[in-house]
T-cell receptor, first 115, second 116 residues
Framework: SQTIHQWPATLVQPVGSPLSLECTVE??????LYWYRQAAGRGLQLLFY??????ISSEVPQNLSASRPQDRQFILSSKKLLLSDSGFYLC??????????????FGPGTRLTVT | GNSVTQMEGPVTLSEEAFLTINCTYT??????LFWYVQYPGEGLQLLLK?????DKGSNKGFEATYRKETTSFHLEKGSVQVSDSAVYFC???????????????FGRGTQLTVWP
């Protein structure tokens, strides 16, 4: 069965410090991968998605970046964090079921607090 | 465009009460429809799904039926428990035979609190 891991689980970082969040998927190959952010008030915002190694698309302009160095690894980074980067970061992997239908599964999330 | 609208809540119920959380969507064709549940401090769990019209998704006593005519996917449970307290998200993935993206469009979530 497929599993998705994220680390760290929680992180407290000062403004201006760098960031690296990691996501790995097991039990599947060539998945679509996604980074979402959930700010206070629980709305979910898609940040990045990837359909393959080295292929990254951004949904919103920001000071975050993403990379996919391996098929099942997705990394979210920042060179200098802002207070507004605080939130709950969720990684997800997507699976195409056929006939144009899909499903998507989420990791446990990383709680980031920028101080 | 693609969008999901769900009742804002919060919804507060007594244990064993009947639950309905309304969800309607806007999309072309036949999107895949989902309900996700998020317990405090955790990630999202896929609760149920339906991929074509008139399909009924069900899991853990929850049900939702894909209604193309009303573009709805309302979540129901006949008898809620305290352990069902969580935030529930309705979502869709557009049908696009040519795309490998499969991105999700979410509603804003509905907080459910069940009292004993």
């Amino acid at each position: 069965s497929q599993t998705i891991h994220q680390w760290p689980a929680t992180l407290v970082q000062p403004v201006g410090s760098p960031l690296s969040l990691e996501c790995t998927v097991e039990g599947t190959s060539n998945p679509n991968l996604y980074w979402y952010r959930q700010a206070a008030g629980r709305g979910l915002q898609l940040l990045f998605y990837s359909v393959g190694i080295g292929q990254i698309s951004s949904e919103v302009p920001q000071n975050l970046s993403a990379s996919r160095p391996q098929d099942r690894q997705f990394i979210l980074s920042s060179k200098k964090l802002l207070l507004s980067d605080s939130g709950f970061y969720l990684c997800a992997w997507g699976n195409r079921l056929g006939q144009g239908s899909y499903e998507q599964y989420f990791g446990p999330g990383t709680r980031l607090t920028v101080t | 465009g693609n969008s999901v609208t769900q009742m804002e809540g919060p919804v507060t119920l007594s244990e064993e009460a009947f639950l309905t959380i309304n969800c309607t969507y806007t999309a072309t064709g036949y999107p895949s429809l989902f309900w996700y549940v998020q317990y405090p401090g955790e990630g999202l769990q896929l609760l149920l799904k339906a991929t074509k019209a008139d399909d009924k998704g069900s899991n853990k006593g929850f049900e939702a039926t894909y209604r193309k005519e009303t573009t709805s996917f309302h979540l129901e449970k006949g008898s809620v428990q305290v352990s069902d307290s969580a935030v529930y998200f309705c979502a869709l993935i557009p049908a696009d035979r040519g795309s490998t993206l499969g991105r999700l469009y979410f509603g804003r979530g509905t907080q459910l609190t069940v009292w004993p």
